[in-house]
């Protein structure tokens, strides 16, 4: 990764859990492939997840440009925003955070609950489209960082999920521990599972894959809709991400894949799939997946063992991208009762 700025944030590298019981809940040996677990649930950073890889780099570029503030966007209930929250405290930096909420006075719980126990300044945007994650944020981001310019203070916007060339690096230094890991282990899965959202997860690991020569092929899992604009962002990061790194590779279209078959009928809207997966993990190996990403990525890895789709003497990765947080809300809480 050259000398490409890195601000430590994160406890790296992540565990590897080889998920035994589960397998044995689907099926066993006979019927399932091994299903190895890379927890990046506990990186660590304001209770872990993805986003600490991608703000590594984010939080570096923003110190290097002499930034005081960062500010970001997402969903009220975004991992991201609180993961952002977190990294600025302990930066010394201003955060202020745009969300979209359905409802003008949303419920503190959850990553909302951390937002504020680390300090950031929140401010709401009314909701438009179910099926997507976010609003008509730009116009209230434009006028945050007129206001911190007012105040004399620089403002670092980091787009939607962290999602820019610099946030997808993350990925590609995550690839490459990845496939030490798994090689250390002597083993060569053939699948990656994760859930994709604003899909800088996504241009990383593509790139990283390439980068690294992972053996698995990349089984991207749609958590929200908007599919043609969100491969188009995931071709731009990855690429710009290769400019950075100076490296020829590039990726394509093609390359970056998503299953649409789990998104159910919206963004942040449980499926029933997702929902019986969160059970048998918690049940097996005391893992938690959370209802809006990870639930509905895993769903797909059930739904294909169950298919007899992978044979069974595979190895199979899936990346637990975190946001536990979100299970401690009214809407999941409403889902046990
Ligand atoms: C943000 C997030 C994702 C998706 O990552 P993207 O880079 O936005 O595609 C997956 N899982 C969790 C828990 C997340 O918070």
């Not at 397998?23 to 399932?32: M, V, Y």
């Not at 099926?131 to 403002?155: C, P, Q, S, Y």
């Not at 990346?319 to 947080?325: A, D, Q």
Request: aromatic share 6%; charged share 20%.
């Amino acid at each position: 990764m050259g000398d490409l700025p890195r601000y430590p944030l994160a406890t790296l590298p992540t565990p590897i859990t080889d998920a035994v019981r589960l397998r044995d809940a689907l099926g066993g040996p006979a019927r399932c492939p091994r299903i190895l677990i890379k927890r990046d649930d506990l990186t660590g950073l304001g209770l872990g997840g993805n986003k600490a890889r991608k703000l590594e780099y984010l939080i570096a570029d923003a110190l290097a440009l002499g930034a005081h503030t960062v500010i970001t966007t997402g969903a009220v209930q975004s991992n991201h925003a609180r993961m952002t929250a977190a990294a600025a405290c302990i930066a010394g930096l201003r955060c202020v955070l745009v969300l979209t909420s359905r409802y003008e006075v949303p419920a503190l719980e959850g990553n909302l609950l951390l937002d504020r126990l680390f300090g950031a300044e929140v401010r709401f945007v009314p909701a438009e489209d179910p099926m997507l994650a976010v609003g008509r944020d730009e116009e209230m981001v434009a006028e945050v960082v007129r206001e911190e310019a007012a105040a004399g203070r620089l403002a670092y916007v980091i787009p939607v999920g962290g999602s820019s060339a610099v946030g997808a690096l993350g990925y590609v230094s995550g690839t490459a521990e990845l496939v030490g890991q798994l090689r250390d282990m002597g083993v060569a899965p053939t699948r990656l599972y994760f859930g994709s959202g604003s899909r800088g997860t996504q241009a990383g690991l593509t790139l990283g894959a390439r980068l690294s020569h992972a053996t698995y092929k990349l089984w991207g899992v749609a958590v929200s809709a908007g599919e043609p604009e969100k491969i188009e962002r995931a071709k731009k990061a990855a690429n710009d991400a290769a400019a950075l790194l100076g490296v020829e590779a590039r990726v394509d279209r093609e390359d970056l894949f998503t299953d649409q078959g789990f998104i159910g009928e919206g963004y942040g809207i449980p499926t029933p799939a997702g929902l019986e997966a969160i059970d048998l993990v918690a049940r097996t190996e005391a893992i938690l997946l959370d209802p809006v990403y990870t639930s509905k990525g895993f769903s797909a890895l059930v739904r294909h063992v169950r298919d007899g789709d992978i044979p069974p003497t595979d190895t199979i990765v899936f990346l637990h991208t975190g946001g536990v947080p979100a299970l401690f809300t009214r809407e999941f809480v409403a889902t046990r009762a």
